[in-house]
């Protein structure tokens, strides 16, 4: 864990100087915010008065850090912002192609042992990294983990923004060979959803998808770690949520996806489950039928959380 916390782009956006004018002043006036300025620091507040009173005392500094890109050939390097461009920055030095279809990425820093890191998660020291993608077999339990934990964090969003009401959630730690995954959300009574609002969501959820909506990450660090209860808080479209571990790109790297049953879990908990499959698995919509019934049959078996 790194002890400074630098943004990706789209949160040093929030903070960044412009002259002698800062965003800040905009935090101290809420009629003046834009919406998604609201979302995200209602949010970060929820965690911590800390975390956010360090975010705005950051002042921006921009070093320049020399990455080196592993290609079948010699590494490629690259120069990039420090804390702020990311793994897919550095993997559009080779093609976009290879940018997109990253899934994680596998750190070598030149100091240090190596790692695995998100694609969109700022890049802080001098190491060469590697793309990892759904056929990396080396990898095939943290890209499991990673896929199944970025659609249920994808289901967490699709419902705050399907379900007129607020909404909280927790992302229980999910055991790929269960066969689906789920999240469980406080403010619905403990009211389990109906077939109908689930096959309404369903057809949302296709939408929100489809948007190809990027993973935005930033790592939490150490001396904040009694403060925030994640290792990582991660931006899609205008939500954010703690993680505990790592998530894709982007959902244009989800494939099949749907939404199966809700049930109550508890006097105000409801869980809501799911399956997916990535988009680098196509299959026919018989093999998806019954991959769906298959999951469908153990959640509703499986335990409340």
């Known amino acids: 864990m790194q002890t400074t916390l630098r943004l990706p782009v789209v949160y040093r956006k929030i903070f960044e100087f412009q002259g002698d004018q800062c965003y800040r002043q905009q935090f101290e006036d809420s009629q003046q915010n834009p919406q998604w300025f609201q979302i995200i620091l209602r949010i970060l507040l929820n965690f911590s008065i800390i975390f956010v009173k360090k975010y705005m005392e950051m002042k921006e500094k921009v070093d320049k850090v020399v990455v080196n890109v592993h290609t079948d050939d010699e590494p490629l390097p690259v120069l990039l912002n420090r804390n702020i461009s990311t793994s897919y920055h550095a993997f559009n030095h080779l093609s976009k192609h290879v940018a997109d279809n990253a899934v994680l990425v596998d750190v070598q820093p030149n100091i240090g042992g190596s790692y695995t890191s998100c694609v969109n998660q700022p890049l802080q020291d001098q190491a060469t990294i590697r793309k990892i993608d759904f ?171």
Request: aromatic share 10%; hydrophobic share 35%; with cysteine.
């Open 135 to 305: 056929d990396s077999s080396e990898f095939v339990n943290l890209l499991n983990d990673a896929y199944w934990r970025s659609c249920a964090l994808v289901t967490a969003a699709i419902l705050k923004e399907s379900l007129d009401v607020n909404l909280e959630f927790t992302i229980p730690n999910i055991d790929v060979s269960s066969g689906f995954f789920h999240v469980d959300v406080e403010g619905l009574n403990g009211n389990a959803l109906s077939r109908d609002e689930l096959n309404t969501i369903n057809r949302y959820a296709k939408s929100f998808i489809k948007n190809a909506k990027d993973f935005e990450v930033v790592s939490i660090p150490s001396d904040l770690s009694d403060e925030v209860p994640s290792n990582y808080i991660v931006r899609i479209g205008d939500h954010v949520f703690p993680s505990s571990g790592l998530v894709i790109r982007s959902t244009s790297q989800i494939g099949r996806y749907s939404i199966l049953h809700s049930k109550s879990s508890g006097i105000e908990t409801v869980s809501v489950g799911g399956v997916s499959l990535p988009f680098s698995q196509p299959t026919s919509s018989y093999s998806w039928g019954l991959i769906v019934k298959n999951a469908l049959t153990k959640y509703q078996k499986s335990s409340s959380s």
